[in-house]
């Protein structure tokens, strides 16, 4: 099992900043590729950014590329995500999450299937004002 808890959530004026950070426990941090998702309301969960284990490979969806940066600290058993540039339809919730520590690496091909995660935190809300 591993437990995920996301901090960091707020309310932005359009081009203003916020970072996310994820806690995780019950299994070797360093063991664990680490994502986030998120969800706007009528919408359906997407894939944005997952970093793996030892922070070599980072992955970003299209519409957040150079203005989100993922990163994590081994030593705290945290993952950020700092958002720049923030834009109305970055609202969301946004989800912590683990892929399953058995499955296949992440890839640039497999890293938005949502199949491949297993462990999720209870999100925290992000709302970008224009």
């Known amino acids: 099992q591993v437990q995920l808890d996301e901090f960091g959530g707020g309310t932005v004026q359009a081009g203003g900043s916020l970072r996310l950070s994820c806690a995780a426990s019950?299994?070797?941090?360093?063991?664990?590729?680490m994502g986030w998702w998120r969800q706007a309301p009528g919408k359906e969960r997407e894939f944005v950014s997952a970093i793996s284990w030892n922070g070599a490979d980072t992955f970003y969806t299209d519409s957040v590329k150079g203005r989100f940066t993922i990163s994590r600290d081994n030593g705290k058993n945290n993952v950020y995500l700092q958002m720049n540039s923030l834009k109305p339809e970055d609202t969301a919730i946004y989800f912590c999450?683990?892929?399953?520590?058995?499955?296949?690496?992440?890839?640039?091909?497999?890293?938005?299937?949502?199949?491949?995660?297993?462990?999720w935190g209870q999100g925290t809300q992000v709302t970008v004002s224009s």
């Open positions: 999450t683990v892929p399953s520590p058995y499955g296949p690496a992440l890839t640039s091909t497999n890293v938005a299937s949502l199949a491949l995660y297993d462990y």
């Open positions: 019950g299994r070797p941090f360093t063991t664990l590729s």
